[in-house]
């Protein structure tokens, strides 16, 4: 397990913070039995059940939005060293505040999963933070092609990946598009090279 103190936003002095970010920890999670479970499940169940709203509106149909987070966590170690990396942002007072993951797909390249922050830790910069650990932990497995996805009309996290550097992507195998193949008309595919 390594903690991270969060201080200045990786993406330079000109990236956009509403509110400051300091004394938040971004923690990496070598093994399942460090992770506390509980929480990385709520986590994901709020990141789910947001985006699941935000999917039907765009006229998706309606999909069993929890079969994404029984697969996520059966193969909870697609997302832990050597295979990828998988990281929970805190406060100071213990609550967690945000999730980001990194799968593997080949040895050259990965996919960023599941960045979420909490609505009231929005607009600090751990959203940044969390796309920078995830592009670090990529260098250090060796990965040098970085693919994401997002529904359409996520703005907020279109433009975080555009100021991390991404950029449009053909669709690809995604992890989302897989479980849920009726998404992929609504979802928008992103990459960079690291």
């Known amino acids: 397990m390594l903690n991270e103190d969060v201080a200045d936003s990786p993406f330079g ?8 970010s300091a004394g938040v920890q971004i923690v ?17 169940t ?4 947001w985006a699941y709203g935000k999917l039907l509106a765009l006229g998706a ?3 069993d939005k929890m079969r994404h987070a029984d697969k996520f966590f059966d193969h909870l170690n697609d997302v832990l060293p050597p295979r ?3 990281f929970l942002a805190f406060d100071p007072e213990g609550q967690a505040l945000g999730t980001g993951s990194l799968r593997r797909i080949s040895d050259d390249m990965a996919e960023m999963k599941h960045l979420y922050v909490r609505p009231t830790a929005r607009g600090a910069g751990l959203g940044e933070r969390l796309i920078a650990a995830r592009i670090d932990a990529a260098r250090t497995l060796g990965v040098r092609h970085l693919v994401a996805d997002t529904f359409q009309g996520n703005d907020p996290m279109i433009r975080l990946y555009r100021q991390a ?5 053909a669709p690809f195998d995604s992890a989302a598009a897989v479980t849920t193949p009726e998404l992929i008309p609504h979802l928008r595919y992103f990459e960079m090279r690291v």
């Open 13 to 20: 002095p000109n990236s956009s913070q509403h509110h400051s």
């Open 28 to 44: 990496s999670y070598s093994t399942q039995e460090e992770i506390p479970m509980e929480t990385a499940r709520a986590l994901l």
């Open 46 to 49: 709020d990141h789910l059940t």
């Open 61 to 63: 149909a309606p999909f």
């Open 84 to 86: 990828g990396a998988y």
């Open 165 to 169: 550097g991404f950029s449009d992507a």
